[in-house]
């Protein structure tokens, strides 16, 4: 049982239910609903998700062992040896393309399709560049954000045209993705990533720790709220520019759960104490937030119930997973 748990661990089990689902958001943008289409998608991006997890973990693990929190990490603990890690990031490779050939079998191999695997191969690259060298490579966030985009486009270019929409999402998904490891993962890393020499964004603008206290200088806050508030513009772009239908309830609720993750990021931004447990909380409250912002712009597209099952299924698969790994809500092992 206990090595059940240790993979589970290293696959991100509890948080698949958010990381696997931007494909199917992005063919549900070109009209796509069918079920067995969408889970076949779901499937894809969990493969795309848990390699580029498990080859992070393999490539940090010196890292890791600085950090007396991190020490229950499967790789670190030694409960999952390095050996077993990269044969699972082999596996996922393998059947990412075979769930891809499952997905368009008995379709013709059109330019939007071709398409669609080179975006996938290019997600691949980018991701395992990030992953084994990007912490020599100040900006390399950068390549991850463009990684995630891809796999994101993959599920839209599967089916057809993308859409303003998708194109939209696109850039939403590089945002969150930039957020994510340059302003998050920075601020969360700071109190160690210079020991091991690392070269990022966050240690390049002047983000550093001194015993308990932690500084963020104004350029990288403004970085960060930059990032967010041309998310937030993004959402509301289709309703003001391009003509997309909207009800008021659905604009309220949107803005409402965009401040909601500006407050959240604000919060972190402004910590002056370097607590990892606090870093820890804002940030796994700005993700549920976030993750809730699409499915909210989508209701005039897609109805309510579609919106409200994209919603809840990332939520209630992490509260699921979550206790049955010995995990703490909102505070994610990272």
Not at 285 to 294: H, N, T
């Amino acid at each position: 049982m206990n090595k059940i748990s240790a993979y589970a661990k290293l696959m991100r089990i509890p948080g698949l239910g958010a990381l696997a689902i931007p494909p199917v958001i992005a063919a549900i943008t070109v009209g796509v609903y069918d079920f067995y289409n969408l889970l076949i998608l779901f499937v894809i991006g969990a493969f795309a998700a848990i390699y580029g997890f498990i080859l992070n973990d393999y490539a940090d693990v010196e890292l890791d062992k600085l950090i007396k929190e991190l020490h229950g990490k499967p790789l670190v603990s030694g409960d999952i040896s390095r050996k077993n890690a990269v044969a699972i990031c082999i596996f996922c490779i393998l059947f990412s393309f075979l769930f891809i050939f499952i997905l368009w079998y008995g379709k013709t191999l059109d330019s939007f399709k071709f398409a669609a695997l080179i975006c996938i191969f290019l997600a691949g690259v980018l991701g395992s560049i990030y992953n084994l060298y990007g912490k020599k490579i100040a900006g390399s966030d950068f390549l991850v954000a463009v990684s995630m985009s891809f796999v994101f486009l993959f599920g839209a270019l599967s089916f057809g045209i993308p859409t303003i929409l998708t194109w939209i999402i696109f850039l939403l998904t590089f945002n969150q993705t930039l957020h994510m490891n340059a302003v998050e993962g920075g601020i969360k890393d700071s109190d160690h990533d210079f020991i091991m020499g690392v070269n990022n964004i966050a240690l390049r603008s002047g983000v550093k720790v001194d015993g308990n206290k932690i500084f963020i200088p104004r350029h990288f806050k403004a970085f960060g709220m930059g990032i967010r508030l041309f998310s937030a513009f993004l959402l509301f772009a289709p309703f003001v520019f391009f003509g997309y239908e909207y009800n008021l309830g659905q604009i309220i609720v949107l803005a409402v759960a965009t401040l909601g993750v500006i407050y959240f990021s604000i919060k972190l931004l402004s910590i002056k104490t370097f607590d990892r447990g606090a870093i820890r909380k804002y940030i796994g409250l700005q993700s549920f937030l976030r993750y809730s912002l699409v499915p909210i712009m989508l209701v005039s597209v897609i109805g309510i119930l579609y919106s409200v099952i994209l919603i809840i299924f990332p939520i209630v698969w992490y509260i699921i997973f979550t206790p049955l790994l010995g995990e703490k809500l909102f505070k994610p092992r990272m």
